[in-house]
């Protein structure tokens, strides 16, 4: 970080904020792996054979909230990281000096930045390693299960706080494209899922390579255009799920009787809302080619036909 903040690989103007968004909240994580460090060692030191240290981790366990709060921004570091590597020419020479010495052990620059929440996964794991080879008797039979259970306490915190933290970042970079009114990176809201579609049935200029986003309450269809020389995204009308219909052609089936399902959002046990199961994919063998024919339809408005990625509806 040192030379990142006194060099000029970075403009001054924003130097000291691309620290911090990239590297957070690390040197608090070091200060906890420092003292817990000197912890084992200072104990390895006084005994030949060491017989306990649950109770070592024990009392450091209830000091990793910084583990959390790294995780939790993680995602924005990895971002501003890959995006000045992009746009700085200085930077990215310095990245490639930097995983060029032997201290960098032949990793990417950026992997480092996984270090923390890693870490923090493995002392379950290690600890429980430990266990194995520890007698009955011994304190650590009863020190290291709750040492264990307050790591993975955090752990599922640092899950919880990096899963809305996508979610949100996702939401920001959508309304960063959209040309549409604000408010669609509302803390509240959910990206269940995204990816591509193939637009056919329209007209030329309609017809192409689309973007779907599925959230918790519509349907959102964008088409990537230039706009004063910059990508921007235009927006067709949202659908709201409950006046959405997906219809799955089936070539065994006339246009008329084609089925028909609204999408509502299932419940954990693989159902929709009003009980039913969701729809079987096609298992035509062009459908595992090139994608499934769907066709999404606004209650009460034009639909819009296209192919998604077979591997969507698996």
């Known amino acids: 970080m040192e030379p990142l903040r006194t060099g000029d690989v970075i403009p001054e103007s924003r130097r000291q904020d691309f620290v911090t968004q990239v590297f957070w909240n690390v040197e608090d994580i070091l200060d906890v792996n420092h003292r817990l460090r000197e912890l084992l060692t200072k104990r390895q030191k006084a005994y030949s054979v060491v017989e306990t240290i649950g109770d070592i981790f024990l009392e450091m366990v209830y000091h990793f909230e910084p583990f959390v709060q790294y995780g939790k921004h993680q995602l924005y570091g990895k971002h501003e990281f890959e995006k000045e590597k992009s746009t700085n020419p200085a930077f990215a020479a310095f990245v490639e000096t930097v995983e060029r010495l032997p201290e960098s052990r032949k990793l990417e620059l950026n992997g480092y930045l996984t270090k923390p929440t890693t870490r923090l996964a493995r002392y379950p794991l290690l600890l ?77 200029s309609e017809n192409g390579d689309l973007q779907v986003f599925l959230f918790d309450h519509a349907l959102l269809i964008v088409k990537s255009k230039m706009v004063n020389k910059h990508d921007a995204n235009h927006i067709y009308q949202p659908i709201p799920l409950e006046l959405l219909v997906v219809t799955i052609p089936d070539e065994s089936t006339t246009r008329a009787s084609r089925p028909r399902t609204t999408l509502i959002r299932p419940t954990p046990n693989g159902t929709s809302v009003n009980g039913t199961p969701p729809p079987a994919p096609s298992t035509r063998p062009d459908s595992q080619k090139s994608g499934y024919q769907l066709t999404f339809s606004y209650l009460g408005k034009k639909g819009v036909s296209g192919r998604t990625p077979s591997d969507v509806l698996e």
């Open 128 to 204: 429980e390693v430990v266990l194995k080879h520890t007698p009955e008797g011994n304190v650590d039979r009863v020190a290291i299960p709750k040492a264990v259970a307050k790591v993975r306490e955090f752990l599922a915190r640092v899950n919880e706080e990096s899963g809305r933290t996508e979610n949100r970042f996702n939401l920001l970079q959508l309304d960063k494209g959209l040309i549409f009114r604000p408010g669609e990176e509302d803390e509240q809201r959910q990206l269940v899922y995204k990816g591509p579609l193939k637009r056919r049935g329209g007209s030329a």
